[in-house]
């Protein structure tokens, strides 16, 4: 064989053994997520519960998928978050349990959504980031940010969509406490605190766990 030949053949050969390592180490990174996101949603691990509050620290792998190893695998996760949480909606969740018995399908999509999205969402928010040069380091905590903001909005997003008008959800939701006009504020305040403690340790957490692995995934 001739020599130039002979080079761009191991060059090639060089170039698939490199790709088929890449795609085995993401695949391998992947089930160590979804690893820990099945530890997190089956313990208590996964979840705060104090009262009608319910903090999820499911998002931070999401996230760290999301920024790691792309927008795909960001959305696969996100959707594996979403599977889960709807599980947790025959009987482990009050407030999904109660979804549930109002309007399965509407309860599956708002599960799996938006989770999907913000995972999927987020990874594109990193790579457009990360990418101009200027804002490397800050991409990571942005994004994961974006994560649990994300994830948020299009829970209530969805929420208000499926069940604005249900009187069933609406009064048990009001109680004997709440007058009815005033569950969608409370609704709205309730998800925000949710919201907001997940986004404060996404930021924290997620941001900074990415950015360390990042250097260790990317030799």
Same mark, same amino acid.
């Given at each position: 064989?001739? +020599?130039? %030949? %002979?080079?761009? @053949?191991?060059?090639?050969?060089?170039?698939?053994?490199?790709?088929?390592? /890449?795609?085995?180490?993401?695949?391998? @990174?992947?089930?160590?997520?979804?690893?820990?996101?099945?530890?997190?949603? &089956?313990?208590?691990?996964?979840?705060?519960?104090?009262?009608?509050?319910?903090?999820?620290?499911? !998002?931070? +792998?999401?996230?760290?998928?999301?920024?790691?190893?792309?927008?795909?695998?960001?959305?696969?996760?996100?959707?594996?978050?979403?599977? /889960?949480?709807?599980?947790?909606?025959?009987? %482990?969740?009050?407030?999904?349990?109660?979804?549930?018995?109002?309007? +399965? !399908?509407?309860?599956?999509? /708002?599960?799996?959504?938006?989770?999907?999205?913000?995972?999927?969402?987020?990874?594109?928010?990193?790579?457009?980031?990360?990418?101009?040069?200027?804002?490397?380091?800050?991409? &990571?905590?942005?994004?994961?940010?974006?994560? %649990?903001?994300?994830?948020?909005?299009?829970?209530?997003?969805?929420?208000?969509?499926?069940?604005?008008?249900?009187?069933?959800?609406?009064?048990?939701?009001?109680?004997?406490?709440?007058?009815?006009?005033?569950?969608? +504020?409370?609704?709205?305040?309730?998800?925000?605190?949710?919201?907001?403690?997940?986004?404060?340790?996404?930021?924290?957490?997620?941001?900074?766990?990415?950015?360390?692995?990042?250097?260790? !995934?990317?030799?």
């Amino acid at each position: 064989m001739h +020599p130039q %030949a %002979a080079g761009r @053949q191991r060059k090639r050969s060089f170039q698939m053994e490199k790709n088929i390592n /890449t795609r085995t180490q993401k695949m391998v @990174q992947m089930a160590i997520l979804v690893a820990i996101m099945l530890i997190f949603a &089956y313990t208590p691990l996964g979840y705060l519960k104090a009262g009608p509050i319910e903090i999820t620290f499911m !998002v931070l +792998p999401v996230a760290i998928g999301a920024i790691i190893l792309g927008p795909a695998v960001g959305a696969i996760l996100g959707g594996i978050f979403g599977v /889960t949480s709807f599980i947790q909606c025959f009987g %482990a969740s009050g407030f999904g349990a109660l979804l549930l018995g109002l309007n +399965p !399908v509407a309860t599956f999509i /708002t599960c799996i959504v938006p989770r999907v999205l913000c995972g999927w969402l987020s990874g594109l928010l990193f790579r457009a980031l990360h990418s101009t040069g200027k804002m490397k380091t800050a991409s &990571y905590f942005i994004a994961s940010l974006a994560t %649990a903001l994300l994830n948020t909005l299009f829970f209530m997003t969805c929420i208000i969509v499926f069940f604005w008008s249900n009187d069933t959800f609406i009064s048990t939701m009001a109680g004997e406490s709440l007058p009815t006009n005033a569950i969608w +504020p409370f609704l709205v305040a309730f998800v925000g605190v949710n919201g907001v403690v997940e986004a404060a340790v996404n930021f924290i957490a997620a941001g900074t766990v990415s950015k360390v692995l990042s250097k260790t !995934v990317n030799k």
